[in-house]
């Protein structure tokens, strides 16, 4: 059976980091917000976080946020 846990991020372009406040994940990126590029950086940076594949990492919400919601799927 597959399940997911979601967290509420929230991203900055002021760094590079990975800070986990409560149930809130704060993420420093590098990369600029165009054509996805700041995305796929999340989802790895969260992937490494996690120890787990970028596979099972997925943006729910806030593509085009600063604020997102992110599914870490266990199986």
Same mark, same amino acid.
């Given at each position: 059976? +597959?399940?997911? @846990?979601?967290?509420?991020?929230? *991203?900055?372009? &002021? #760094?590079?980091?990975?800070?986990?406040?409560?149930? !809130?994940? @704060?993420?420093?990126? =590098?990369?600029?917000?165009?054509? #996805? !590029?700041?995305?796929? /950086?999340?989802?790895?940076? %969260?992937?490494?976080?996690?120890? =787990?594949?970028?596979?099972?990492? &997925? %943006?729910?919400?806030?593509?085009?946020?600063?604020?997102? +919601? *992110? /599914?870490?799927? /266990?199986?």
């Amino acid at each position: 059976m +597959v399940s997911g @846990l979601k967290y509420e991020v929230e *991203v900055s372009f &002021r #760094g590079d980091f990975v800070q986990v406040e409560g149930d !809130k994940i @704060l993420v420093g990126l =590098t990369c600029k917000p165009e054509k #996805g !590029k700041a995305n796929m /950086e999340l989802i790895k940076k %969260l992937a490494k976080h996690f120890n =787990t594949s970028s596979l099972n990492v &997925r %943006l729910v919400s806030g593509h085009k946020s600063r604020k997102k +919601v *992110v /599914e870490i799927i /266990e199986k």
